[in-house]
């Protein structure tokens, strides 16, 4: 029997829900491969299944990708704190009598003061000039030379930490999805067996009693409803092949298998857990660790950080300014220069009409917003989990009733086969009586099959923090 578990052992700490986030970014491609050689060699499990999809599917896969992109978001935010060289080759291409933008060129003969007397006038001439900048914010937007964790670089952390709890969440949807088209597809195939014992049974009810019509134990009536219970049979049985058709072709597309309508699967469906959680169990465990409530954190971290960024913008800047040009003829003659700049820029900022201190409140109520949403998540967890175990305990009531009734009837069945092996049974009776077990055992598959569904279901609503299916 699939025992329930319950992870008490999740940390939820930032650290912890990265790592736990980053072993679903790499699927094992091997893994994905040997799922393949299942479908191929033998009917797929639940297990098979959820084992391919999660190596399959495009949401997952995109999850993946975003928080790839987060990580290298939080390298760039990191890098424009850090000090940034910039260098710039320029050639110049000039003629006539060099100004002093060309100083380093000769310009003929000047007096002491400076003054050209004879100016020296040149054809086509040109200059090079290499220059190399440099500049390293000391004090900007609330970081300190590069070295603390500035608010540009927290704001890209927790949107990265957001990011990896959607993970999680994906995973957690792909498993439901893939459990309830397996649950549906399966039952529905299981149950077709019971109605062809239905059609069938029918049919011979049909014919025993038009047997008896023409010996006049029968009214036309009774001939004409026998028909029809025919000809309904007839098609339940028709409908009930069309769930496990649609359900084939979904799995098939979902698993990233060729789409076919007989898609080979195990007639065998998982087990109930056992015993089920408790709602205590279940409370506990979403409210401590549930990825939604892990996500909205990181987002009230995110949008803290925003609010800090904007307001750091309200503070003067400090930048360390340095240039190095050397310019050069190459004329033969020893006619360069080199100059050397540094400076420290102060960059405070005055009026603006009160856009940037308009940004900083802005932000600070999406902060305080995300906050209040927080609490309003947690809700939806709660009301989730517990209209999902609502809807169990109804079909588990209903699953012990039927299995009462269907204990009953299966040995009356057994009575009134016994009865016709000794010759005293009626046919009629006793095919009413397998066509009523029949019945029964069709709506238990049927509401047991609900059952499992409501389980993956309240699985998902939990947030992988209590496990049916791992």
Known sequence: MTKSVLRSDRSSNNG????????????SLSQAGDGFETARHHPLTLHDCIAIALGESPALEASRFDVFSAVEEVRAAQGMLLPQITGS???????????????????????PSGTVVTANSVGWSGVELYSAHLKYPLFANGSIL?????????????????LAWTVSLTREEVIYRVTDEFVTTVSARNRM????????????SLSVMQE????????????????????????????????AVAGSLGLSKTLGLPSTPNLALSNVLPDAPDPPPTTEQLIGACLNHHPSLEKQRAVINQAKQDYRLERFRLYPSVYLDGSASYIDDFSGVSNSDSVFIGAIAVSIPIFDFGAQLATTRSKLMKYKAEQARLFSTADEVNYEVLKIYQTIYVLTQNILDLQGEVAKVRRDVQVMQAQQQQGIGE???????????????????GIEARRLTNYARLQKAAGGAWKWIP
């Open 427 to 445: 046919p009629l009776i006793a095919i009413e009586k397998e066509l009523h077990l029949i019945a029964k055992q069709d709506e238990l598959e």
């Open 146 to 162: 590069g070295l603390n964790n500035a608010p540009a670089v927290a704001e890209k952390k927790a949107k990265k930490q957001a």
């Open 212 to 243: 008896q019509q023409k010996q006049g134990l029968k009214l036309p009536i009774d001939v004409k409803v026998a028909q029809e219970q025919f000809s309904s049979a007839h098609t339940l049985l028709t409908l009930l092949r069309q769930p």
């Open 193 to 204: 067996g019971l109605a062809e014992r239905r059609v069938k049974l029918l049919d011979q």
């Open 16 to 27: 912890a829900a990265l790592l736990a986030a980053l072993l679903f970014l790499l699927p």
């Open 89 to 111: 080759a320029q050639y110049e291409l000039f003629s006539g009598s060099p100004t002093s933008k060309f100083g380093v060129l000769n310009l003929g003969t000047v007096t």
